[in-house]
Structure formats: C-alpha cells, structure tokens
C-alpha cells in the first residue's frame, strides 16, 4: 500500500501529545519539508521525499524512543504500507551501509536490523533522509550544528569520529550531485 505526503503528516498530528516529547514531530516535518526541496532540485520526485521525511521516526509514537527504529519499520509493516515506506525507518539512522555508523552508541545487535542495513542498497531518497535527519531539529541547521547537537545530548562514543566523517562525506556527495553547497537551498540555515 502506498502512502502519500498528506497521510504521512496526519500520522504526526496525530501523534502530537502522546509522546514524553513532541520535538521529534516538528523534527520529522522539518526533515520531510527539507527532502522535498533537494528532491525537486534533483529533479526527483518531492512529494515521495517529503513523505519518507515525515514518517522516518514514527517508531518514536508507538513505543520506546530508544527503539524507534525497529518499533518504526514494524508499525508500518503491520499498517500494510509497502516495504519502501517501511524500510525508511530502519537506514535513516545508519550511514554508509553500517550500523556502527550512527549518532550515538553502537547499538545493541539486533540480528535482523544488521543483516538489513548491510545488505541493503540504499536509494537516493534513503541518502536524502540520512543527510537530512543530520540538517533538522525543528528547523534548518548546518551538518555540524546538528553534531553537535547529538553529541551534547546522547555523548561522544568510540563511532561517533566514524559517523562524522561519514556524514561530511553525505553532505559533500549531495553538494557535488547538485554542483552548489545544499545548504544553499535553505537560506535560514546560516541564521539557525
């Protein structure tokens, strides 16, 4: 079953105070908003973006933030949603094919989720998401604020060096596909 863009924020609204936190909701609209512009700029489809934006961290409405990521690709799965809307869930926080490469602790091993994220080829709109998720809080900000931003709230960990480099390595691969700095598709990112 295919989602739309407009299904995708009424899941987030409906989401809106059933969490210990609401941010990770105006995080997912900024993310979905943001693929949106670099898909159109690709000359990609945005609506299909935005809504793989919008949905990456649903896991965070139906169970333990901690296990968003596998509450996430599970919920969808039972919804009936087509694999690719599920699978957003899973490689929007791993780079480069590893799930070593995340913000945060190496996480525990899941068999599964493992096997999926090393296996997995990731399509263009699973690397927008992956940039993306590193570009937003509740709005624009540069790769490194955002680091930054990760570090000061879950600490600094034996990967997160790894997950730096590869995240630069993202942005630079994006700058280069769009021939300009992404960055310049957000105005407001300098100002955030």
């Not at 934006?53 to 009936?80: A, P, Q, R, T, W």
């Not at 993306?132 to 034996?158: A, F, H, P």
């Amino acid at each position: 079953m295919k989602l739309t863009s407009a299904k995708a924020l009424e899941m987030l609204e409906n989401a809106k105070g059933k969490t210990k936190d609401d941010g990770w909701i105006y995080h997912s609209i900024c993310v979905g908003n943001s693929a949106g512009k670099i898909a159109k700029a690709l000359n990609l489809d945005e609506e299909y973006a935005k809504t793989l934006g919008y949905i990456h961290d649903i896991g965070k409405s139906v169970g333990e933030f901690c296990s968003h990521v596998m509450n996430g690709y599970n919920y969808l799965k039972e919804l009936g949603y087509d694999d690719e809307y599920a699978n957003i869930c899973l490689t929007h926080s791993y780079l480069n094919n590893d799930v070593n490469c995340t913000a945060g602790a190496i996480p525990e091993d899941i068999p599964f989720r493992t096997e999926f994220i090393k296996n997995h080829k990731y399509t263009i709109y699973e690397k927008i998401i992956n940039l993306c998720d590193l570009m937003c809080t509740r709005v624009n900000v540069t790769l490194e604020k955002r680091l930054i931003d990760i570090m000061v709230r879950r600490g600094v960990y034996e990967n997160t060096v790894y997950h730096i480099k590869e995240a630069q390595k993202l942005k630079k691969e994006f700058d280069d596909m769009l021939g300009y700095n992404v960055y310049d598709l957000f105005p407001d990112v300098i100002n955030n």
